[in-house]
């Protein structure tokens, strides 16, 4: 059965639901690959590392969302943020959690004439999330 995304992603940033700013959303964990040699080798091998997480965001913009993004992008905060992404249909959900572990890492706001405000941003999220 499909999931549909809205409303069955519900993520917070500090304290702010972004849900009613979001028109697209789309988390990334990408695993380092490390390559290595050794006097037996015929090629390159790898093994996996680190894994690199990022969320990245984009939809309508309104200045209540930009009160708490644009600070962080002006002056970076020293203590890093919560993020939580609830995703899923009621009952059938995976929450992760990155508690004082992310940071907005780039922030677009799209002033194009004759369009409506879009923004875009990506959320760095640094260590593993809490799963449950």
Not at 9 to 33: C, K, R
Not at 64 to 79: N, S
């Amino acid at each position: 059965m499909t999931v549909k995304s809205n409303p069955n992603t519900a993520l917070t940033y500090i304290s702010l639901a972004l849900a009613q700013y979001l028109d697209t959303a789309t988390l990334d964990g990408v695993v380092e690959a490390i390559k290595s040699t050794n006097l037996a080798s015929t090629a390159e091998e790898t093994a996996p590392g680190n894994t690199t997480w990022t969320y990245k965001l984009g939809g309508s913009w309104a200045k209540a969302l930009d009160d708490v993004l644009m600070p962080d992008i002006i002056t970076p905060p020293a203590t890093l943020r919560n993020f939580v992404a609830v995703i899923g249909a009621s009952g059938s959900t995976v929450t992760l959690t990155w508690t004082a572990k992310a940071y907005i890492a780039a922030y677009t706001v799209d002033t194009t004439a004759g369009q409506p405000i879009k923004w875009t941003g990506t959320l760095q999220l640094t260590g593993s999330p809490v799963r449950s």
